[in-house]
Antibody
């Protein structure tokens, strides 16, 4: 069965960096685009970034553009989110989410359990 | 960018009664090339990730009870729970995947009256 397991969350000071990981199993990882979606405490869902199946195409939400970098290692079946210059408003649960396409927008058919990032001094 | 607007923000429905959630998009989500509406619905229970309920506006995901029905086309969509059960208490989100960036509605919290 499809499993997505995020890790790397924690408490970090404003301006610092953090790298999240999402380990995938149960499907052919390099066939599908992958996304990060976040949810601030008590708030709704906000899409963060997408990467194509082979890693060559990437797109970011305006709130993270220039600060966050999405990447993947298909040999390790792992998705990453490198987060730099973190701000208090980046505090959220970060979910990785799979789509059924290689790159085009699609519905999210599987989600991980999420990892909490808290940006605080 | 496409903006998604859900209503109401919350609603309380008696067990066994109907719950209706609305979702409006700022642009049409209907692709004339395949005649599909690029709209999905998710259910999120407390402490859990979102769970896919409906895609292509009206196709139920495998395992989703048939009391959940998605309808609508173009810019106006509806999720209907025909007979609310206790396990349906959750927040429901619509999501457009017609274009990048994808976008979610603000969510509708469904409670028992």
């Amino acid at each position: 069965q499809v499993q997505l397991v995020e890790s790397g969350g924690g408490v970090v000071q404003p301006g610092r960096s953090l790298r999240l990981s999402c380990a995938a199993s149960g499907f052919i990882f390099n066939n599908y685009g992958m996304n990060w979606v976040r949810q601030a405490p008590g708030k709704g869902l906000e899409w963060v970034a997408v990467i194509s199946h082979e890693g060559s195409n990437k797109y970011y939400g305006d709130s993270v553009k220039g600060r966050f970098t999405i990447s993947r290692d298909n040999s390790k079946k792992t998705l990453y989110l490198e987060m730099n210059s973190l701000r208090a408003e980046d505090t959220a649960v970060y979910y990785c989410a799979k789509v059924l396409s290689k790159w085009e927008p699609h519905y999210f058919d599987y989600w991980g359990q999420g990892t909490l990032v808290t940006v605080s001094s | 960018d496409i903006v998604m607007t859900q209503s109401p923000d919350s609603l309380a429905v008696s067990l066994g009664e109907r719950a209706t959630i609305n979702c409006k998009s700022s642009q049409s989500l209907l692709d004339s090339s395949d005649n599909k509406n690029y709209l999905a619905w998710y259910q999120q229970k407390p402490g859990q990730p979102p769970n896919l309920l409906i895609y292509w506006a009206s196709t139920r995901e495998s395992g989703v009870p048939d009391r959940f029905t998605g309808s609508g086309s173009g810019t106006h969509f509806t999720l209907t729970i025909s007979s609310l059960q206790a396990e349906d208490v959750a927040v429901y989100y619509c999501h457009q995947y017609y274009s990048t960036p994808p976008a979610f509605g603000g969510g509708t919290k469904v409670e028992i009256k």
